[in-house]
């Protein structure tokens, strides 16, 4: 014991006291108030080792201070703004399930406006132990129990704790990106740094990315909007008039399909096929399909392709739109514009925590009004896989809220049972089904998956038909990316009749294709497969179209597929791009007929050269747009900006309840149509869930225990 308090009584001996208490009380704040979802022990041992190095780092800074009434005091201090900045993150946490970003701090953000005056009732009896050591500590320097060592440390070894620190930090980095590769370069949840790397980190991350996207913001004028709006004018496609309006007024239920690529429409495996349902749909002279759609996601993934489907706008070149500008930027998109110009009641549905992938912000700034995600759901037990609740039970378990919305709704589900690793629990196999064996677990089991996600989407089209809902929907259904990757396309080559050793960049392009069907029942029966070239950029203002809005005061840079002025260059997020007769990769042409490199006249150089500057102009005058936040200039005729303030997620269903009450009799609800009765009963699934208990299985549970939502 005297040993120890010696110890502490020299400088150094302090600084690990310090360290050591901060570590315990991050770990503390780990394992009470964040639920950060830590899987397997590789992970776990990252959590408990990844506050040490920062926090050394951080108080290394007052050995640099040689006078102990300097030293002190600095020490002290950072360790109470240290101390100050983890506690205002479980306060923050405690409310909004996320952490504190430099601009929720800085009051920059519109989405949620910091700590509210609520936060007192936010505080919690153990609080306590955040500051109690800081208490102990002060009163002990104050009563001399710990003595003040007046022996500066020398410059170098201040020089080699910093750097030991640096050390061990870059030893952590290292770690996380091998748990989780790209983890600072995609950024899918702010969960994911903070598990990995810890709030310090995190805080200085997201110091350096705000600080850029200011700099880019302030630069800003509005005659790069000009230049934007006028490329945008210049190739806007008018509506197809035979199409233009014959979805008016109907519910809109958008189906993403996750990982979902178009060479599984129609396959067989061991003379059976993987998607019978899709393939029917596909099929039918109710829906208007096409065959040569592309997603043009970049490293955001699904967030990409939820901001090209719902703004037209490109994701960016490098990380999630979403995750690094989503929570600031001025959205001018789908809910909003469908609920100013319609009256539509908007919502998503998904089994994910909300805070992946920034949807939590991100929807406020796009104008949703209802986000039902994990926390809505039971995801307990063997519910959900990695990515959350479980397709069947997605779809089912929504019903109590989609019932209680106001129609004409624009309803969004977002899938996640078919993602990478594509794992799926005995139970819900279809055990009439067998997968390939080409020996790469992820192909054979991503079939599975596929066949699972066909299932759901079965059971919920029963049900849209049972309860009325199909015949006056409009819904569509896209793939939004691959499942399986260019790396792992050679395993597929054998099911795809291909051989692999001639396997081409070509083919890997032509793998981008992932469905795209509009469903609308009643419609006349024209539907057919359209094999029109198109992409994720251009769905907007076709769907608008659709619905008989006109899209042409908007600035997008897609173009409605109906329309004969529609442009077939689709660009992928890289440069590269794919038109009706050639795939352009990296510079080298492709014949779209023989797969082989083409030869060119000069005109066809010249046309494709064009073609080139096309994409490289969009691509660009899209992130400018995005980058510098030029939307908050642009103010198209009858549209309010979206105040994200007005949205608040919690309580979904009992916002919708009262809404159905104050409106009586002219409340359009699925359920005051119905005569105040529930439709859960229309839904019928056979998955074996359902009844089971939420303690039978020890799977981690996603879901945010604090939020009380129902
Ligand atoms: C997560 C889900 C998956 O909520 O949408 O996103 P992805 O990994 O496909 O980008
Ligand atoms: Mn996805």
Known sequence: MKKLSKFVDTRIG??????VLFWFKTLFAYFTDFSLGVEGIFQFLILIFNPLATTALIYS??????????????????DIANTLLLYLNVIYYREFTDFMTIATMTGYSKVNQGLSGSSLALTNFHDIFYWLDIVVILLLMLFRKIHFDPRAIGSRLAFAFTSMSLVLFGCNLAFGEMSRPQLLGR??????????????????????????????????TKSELEKVKKFTDKHYAKANPQMFGIAKGRNVIVIHLESFQQFIID????????????????HSNDTYAFDNFFHQVGQGKTSDAENMLETSTFGLPQGSLFATLGSDNTFQGAPAILNQRAGYTSAVFHGNVASFWNRNNVYKNLGYQYFFDASYYDTSGDKATGYGLKDKLLFKDSIKYLQALQQPFYAKYITVTNHFPYDLDDEDKDPNFQTTDTGD?????YFVTAHYLDQSIQEFFNYLKKSGLYDHSIIMIYGDHYGISNSENTSLASVLGKNADDWTDFDNAQLQRVPLMFVIPNSGGHGHIDHTYGGEIDVLPTLLHLLGISSKRYIQFGTDLFSSQHSQVVAFRN????????????????????????????????????????????????????????????HPKGFKPVNPADYNYSNGLKRAERIERKKGNKSTSLYSENHDQSTENDFSTDAPEQNHSSTDSNRIKITNPDANNK
Do not use: C, W
């Open 14 to 19: 302090f600084f690990v006291l310090l360290v």
């Open 61 to 78: 800074l007052a050995f640099y201070f040689k006078r102990a009434r300097f030293f002190y005091p600095v020490i002290m201090g950072l």
């Open 187 to 220: 950024t899918f949840d702010r969960n994911y740094i903070v598990k990995y790397l810890g709030i310090d980190a995190f805080t200085g991350y997201d110091l350096v990315k705000s600080q850029h996207i200011n700099d880019m913001r302030q630069s800003a």
């Open 267 to 282: 396959k067989k495996i061991n003379d059976q096929e993987v998607t019978p349902f899709l393939n029917s749909l596909y």
């Open 441 to 445: 677990s992820n192909v054979d089991n």
């Open 575 to 634: 440069q590269d791009f794919v038109t009706p007769h050639y795939t352009v990769i990296g510079g080298t042409v492709y014949d779209n007929r023989t797969g082989k490199e083409a030869e060119l006249t000069k005109k066809q150089q010249e046309r494709i050269k064009k073609d080139h500057q096309l994409v490289n102009t969009e691509l660009s005058l899209s992130d400018s747009l995005n980058e510098k936040n030029l939307l908050r200039f642009y």
